[in-house]
């Protein structure tokens, strides 16, 4: 499956901003799909995975309460909304797609990588 991540950008703290990663080339509801990123000289952090039908999502600790991950299964599309973003949160984010039968926020289950996109968060 390929994947294609867009929407990042610059924002002050605060505010927010919506990625979206468009798949092809595989039938998208087979896979569970996870939102990772990585900030310079830090390792790759999960952001939110979320089921096959989107009935269930993980969040990591970080970012409860603040982003939603959501998916459009007849779009092809998953989703990341980002709600009053920290300088903390700049970092590249990607997408990723898992064949695996656990819905987990490890990147080790995940098959599948887009190419990322650029968040910037200003103070």
């Known amino acids: 499956v390929q994947l294609q991540a867009s929407g990042g950008g610059l924002v002050q703290a605060g505010g927010s901003l919506r990625l979206s990663c468009a798949a092809s080339?595989?039938?998208?509801?087979?896979?569970?799909m996870g939102w990772f990123r990585q900030a310079p000289g830090k390792e790759r952090e999960a952001v939110a995975v979320?089921?096959?039908?989107?009935?269930?999502?993980l969040n990591a600790d970080s970012v409860k309460g603040r982003f939603t991950i959501s998916r459009d299964n007849a779009k092809n599309t998953v989703y990341l909304q980002m709600n009053n973003l920290r300088p903390e949160d700049t970092a590249v984010y990607y997408c990723?797609?898992?064949?695996?039968?656990?819905?987990?926020?490890?990147?080790?289950?995940?098959?599948?990588w887009g190419k990322g996109t650029q968040v910037t968060v200003s103070s």
């Open positions: 990723a797609a898992s064949a695996s039968g656990v819905l987990s926020l490890s990147s080790s289950n995940m098959n599948y």
């Open positions: 080339g595989r039938t998208f509801s087979n896979y569970k």
């Open positions: 979320i089921s096959r039908s989107g009935a269930t999502t």
